[in-house]
C-alpha cells in the first residue's frame, strides 16, 4: 500500500504560479511512476502530467505544456508540480497517483491516489 497526501493547492490570480507537492508513504521502496490529475466542476477528470520514477522521463497535457513542470526528490519520496502562468481554466481538485506501471496518461493505470487539493485561479 501506498499512501499519496496532497498539499500546496490555494486561491491564486491568473498569472501567478503555485507549487504543489504530494509525499508517499507506505512501500515506497517500490519504484513507482507518479502523475498528477485534474478534475474541474462538473468534467471527467483529466490527466495533467507525469514522471518516470527515475526521472528520466517526462509527460504533459497539451493544455499545461510550457506552463508547468513536474519533478520528483525520491530521497523524501515527493513529487512536485510546478504550476506557472495560471489560467483560470486551470481551476480544479488536483489529484497525485501512483502506479507501477507505465501508465502515462492512462487513469486507469495509476494504483493509487490522494485525496485532491483545490487550486483556484481568479481572473
Known amino acids: 500500500q501506498v499512501q499519496l497526501v496532497e498539499s500546496g493547492g490555494g486561491l491564486v490570480q491568473a498569472g501567478d504560479s503555485l507549487r504543489l507537492s504530494c509525499a508517499a508513504s507506505?512501500?515506497?521502496?517500490?519504484?513507482?511512476?507518479m502523475g498528477w490529475f485534474r478534475q474541474a466542476p462538473g468534467k471527467e477528470r483529466e490527466f495533467v502530467s507525469t514522471?518516470?520514477?527515475?526521472?528520466?522521463?517526462?509527460i504533459y497535457a497539451d493544455s499545461v505544456k510550457g506552463r508547468f513542470t513536474i519533478s520528483k526528490d525520491n530521497a523524501k519520496n515527493t513529487v512536485y508540480l510546478q504550476m506557472n502562468s495560471l489560467k483560470p481554466e486551470d481551476t480544479a481538485v488536483y489529484y497525485c497517483?501512483?502506479?507501477?506501471?507505465?501508465?502515462?496518461?492512462?487513469?486507469?493505470?495509476?494504483?493509487?491516489w490522494g485525496q485532491g487539493t483545490q487550486v483556484t485561479v481568479s481572473s
Open positions: 497517483a501512483a502506479s507501477r506501471l507505465l501508465a502515462g496518461s492512462r487513469e486507469s493505470g495509476y494504483n493509487y
Open positions: 507506505g512501500r515506497t521502496f517500490s519504484p513507482y511512476n
Open positions: 514522471i518516470w520514477w527515475s526521472g528520466g522521463r517526462t
